[in-house]
Nanobody, 113 residues
Framework: QVQLVESGGGLVQPGGSLRLSCTASGFTFSYYAMSWYRQAPGKERELVASIGSGVNTYYADSVKGRFTISRDNAKNAIYLQMNSLKPEDTAVYYC???????WGQGTQVTVSS
């Protein structure tokens, strides 16, 4: 079955960086667009970034220029490089396959001094 496993979250100071990883299994990874969503306490889940089966990418305005989504089809993985982190980036981050959809269990990112 489809499985998505995130890792790389943690506590970081404002201005710092984190790199999230998501490893996928149970489907032909290279065929599918993949995304990162996040959900902050008391807020709705929001789309952060997406990457197509090719090289097309999408970013929410709030992260444009700070976050970079990438994929490695040989490793069945996607990544989210997060730079210049702000307290408002604090959330649980989810890896998703849009078709389904399928969701990982999430990884907590906390940006605080």
């Amino acid at each position: 079955q489809v499985q998505l496993v995130e890792s790389g979250g943690g506590l970081v100071q404002p201005g710092g960086s984190l790199r999230l990883s998501c490893t996928a299994s149970g489907f032909t990874f290279s065929y599918y667009a993949m995304s990162w969503y996040r959900q902050a306490p008391g807020k709705e889940r929001e789309l952060v970034a997406s990457i197509g089966s090719g090289v097309n990418t999408y970013y929410a305005d709030s992260v444009k220029g700070r976050f970079t989504i990438s994929r490695d089809n040989a490793k069945n993985a996607i990544y989210l490089q997060m730079n210049s982190l702000k307290p408002e980036d604090t959330a649980v981050y989810y890896c998703t396959r849009s078709v389904g959809p399928y969701w990982g269990q999430g990884t907590q990112v906390t940006v605080s001094s």
